[in-house]
């Protein structure tokens, strides 16, 4: 897999995929794993909490890490997007690109979108996929807590942001 040059907004790992561990690029996740939101289109998202231990089972092909600060490396393909705890994505223009690239993903490969409680930034990112799915942009908040988290998206302006997402 040949993997993009980082860009001046998005931090990428790209290592050891996990690959070598029997693992396709063609492979998602199964909907009993932890963590994993099934989008109308049938693709599967994981979301979790980085500050948890790595949940047993598959690893991700491609995450995309929602955090303030520059995460630690991981030994697959990832990329960053700096976002804040409890507010919203530094860039609308990135968070765009980088979301559209992991529902783009989704379909093919394992995505796992994350934030340090997995929650807030992660049900907001999940929520803008949700609109990328074809979710009215008024209902993917509630699709989001109805399927993944119930406390998924935590403050009015990540609500607002959602309502908002265009695809």
Do not use: N
């Not at 074809?134 to 607002?160: L, M, N």
């Amino acid at each position: 897999m040949v993997t993009p040059p980082p860009r001046p907004w998005a931090w990428s790992h790209s290592g050891d995929s996990g690959y070598g561990e029997g693992v396709s690029e063609t492979e998602t996740w199964t909907r009993t794993d932890p963590g994993v939101l099934r989008l109308p289109s049938g693709r599967l998202v994981r979301g979790r909490a980085l500050r948890r231990p790595l949940p047993a089972g598959p690893t991700p092909a491609f995450a995309v890490h929602l955090l303030g600060k520059q995460p630690p490396e991981v030994p697959w393909e990832a990329r960053w997007l700096r976002w804040p705890d409890f507010w919203l994505p530094s860039s609308r223009s990135q968070a765009q690109a980088v979301l559209g690239e992991a529902w783009a993903r989704a379909g093919t490969e394992r995505v796992e979108i994350a934030c340090g409680g997995g929650r807030g930034r992660t049900g907001t990112a999940l929520a803008c996929l949700a609109v990328l799915d074809g979710v009215p942009a008024g209902q993917a908040v509630e699709f989001v807590r109805r399927h993944y988290d119930a406390h998924a998206v935590e403050t009015p302006w990540q609500r607002r942001y959602v309502h908002r997402f265009t695809p």
